[in-house]
């Protein structure tokens, strides 16, 4: 965010998020458009299935999302909207190119506003749930970057929607162990691998066409970051990661011949209700922070898997309306981009921040940075706002 003044200090030698950077492919989506769209170009007449992904646009709460997908590419590959036609091959093609291309935008903007070069970058984490490639899309982006060669890459790959929390934890490691370090974290999320045309047969589809949008998102991290040229936006206190057993099964992705094909159960945001109250609590406690009347002094920076795990973590821990306002925004301007959107969440966190300095508050210093993936696997950072 240009503009953004650090006030607070960082603690010495924890990880600090010192720029944010995002990138959209050129193809805008009203969601008011969407449903015939969809059906136009998957050939498909279903009157039943087009009613049912009109009533799931609306209670999505998207508004406006980005894809790659085009008529270019259908007029290319038309077998992309034929049932049954092994295209992965082809869907590969595409999605290898676009993230690599969103992933370097991304980073560039980020770097823009972080103000030191291209060289002083020591470790890339790459983040994507959407190629499959042999050297992966790390290589690439380095290469599109101009990085060193001595550039020390990690990649995370199949993460799904916690996959930019886990690498924001990745990222925190390889900082806070190696001093002076300065880490580039990139996400890049295409829903092309996952394309299909609507089906009676596979009910999850049509959720994923009303909810799912495509972008990158980049964050750049360091320890003791130099004041006179670098302002340190969040401080990265402590991260925690959860599985909880035997639910393997709830989130399920297999690539298929035909792409990725998603299983979703029904129960998710109930398991993840049942299950944030004490993840929270470990995060909050290591600031003195353990009474239920807490939740509402720190803020939120919740990926937005959808408006029902939004509506039930606000339940649960009796939320203020405001406090997930980031992320609402999110989901409503970009849907859920995967792994990116925590990044576009974390923008917003700021652009909150600003207002809050101009009305002279000064609450919501600490705060939570969470995201829920496969496995079911719960992500979380406890992060203190150094912009306030």
């Not at 020591?122 to 990085?147: I, K, M, N, Q």
């Not at 990222?171 to 001093?179: H, L, Q, S, V, W």
């Not at 974290?185 to 589809?205: H, N």
């Not at 402590?238 to 029904?266: M, N, V, W, Y």
Request: hydrophobic share 40%; net charge negative.
């Amino acid at each position: 965010m240009e503009g953004v003044m650090a006030k607070k200090t960082a603690t010495p030698g924890k990880a600090t998020i010192l720029a944010l950077g995002k990138a959209f492919p050129n193809q805008l989506v009203m969601q008011e458009f969407l449903v015939d769209g969809y059906f136009k170009n998957t050939n498909c007449n279903d009157p039943e299935l087009k009613e049912k992904l009109t009533r799931l646009c609306k209670t999505t709460t998207v508004k406006t999302r980005y894809v790659v997908m085009c008529e270019e590419i259908l007029n290319k590959y038309p077998e992309l909207t034929v049932e049954g036609l092994p295209t992965v091959k082809q869907r590969l093609d595409i999605c290898n190119n676009a993230v690599t291309q969103m992933a370097i935008e991304a980073s560039r903007s980020c770097m823009e506003k972080w103000g030191r070069p291209v060289s002083d970058i020591t470790h890339l984490v790459y983040v994507s749930s959407s190629e499959a490639r042999l050297p992966g899309g790390d290589l690439y982006l380095a290469r599109g970057l101009g990085l060193r060669p001595q550039t020390r890459r990690v990649m995370l790959y199949f993460m799904g929607c916690s996959g930019g929390v886990a690498g924001l934890r990745v990222a925190k490691d390889i900082a806070e162990n190696n001093p002076g370090s300065r880490v580039l974290l990139a996400t890049s999320e295409t829903t092309i691998i996952g394309f299909k045309p609507p089906s009676a047969d596979r009910p999850y589809d049509l959720v994923g066409v009303a909810l799912f949008g495509d972008g990158a998102g980049a964050i750049i991290v360091g320890a003791d970051p130099d004041y006179s040229i670098e302002q340190p936006l969040f401080e990265l206190n402590t991260s925690i990661q959860h599985f909880l057993p035997d639910t393997e099964k709830t989130i399920d992705g297999r690539l298929t011949e035909e792409g990725i094909s998603f299983r979703l159960a029904r129960e998710l945001p109930k398991i993840i209700e049942d299950n944030i109250e004490g993840f929270c609590k470990e995060l909050m406690g290591i600031v003195g922070y353990s009474d239920a009347g807490d939740y509402n002094r720190v803020f939120w920076a919740v990926h937005p898997g959808g408006p029902a795990i939004l509506n039930r973590l606000e339940k649960r821990l009796d939320l203020l309306p405001d406090k997930l306002s980031a992320s609402r925004r999110a989901l409503m301007d970009y849907g859920n981009a995967s792994s990116n959107t925590i990044v576009y969440v974390l923008e917003y966190m700021l652009e909150e921040s600003l207002q809050m300095k101009a009305k002279e508050r000064v609450d919501n210093e600490w705060g939570l940075i969470l995201a829920f993936g496969p496995g079911i696997t719960l992500e979380g950072i406890l992060a203190r706002n150094l912009a306030i």
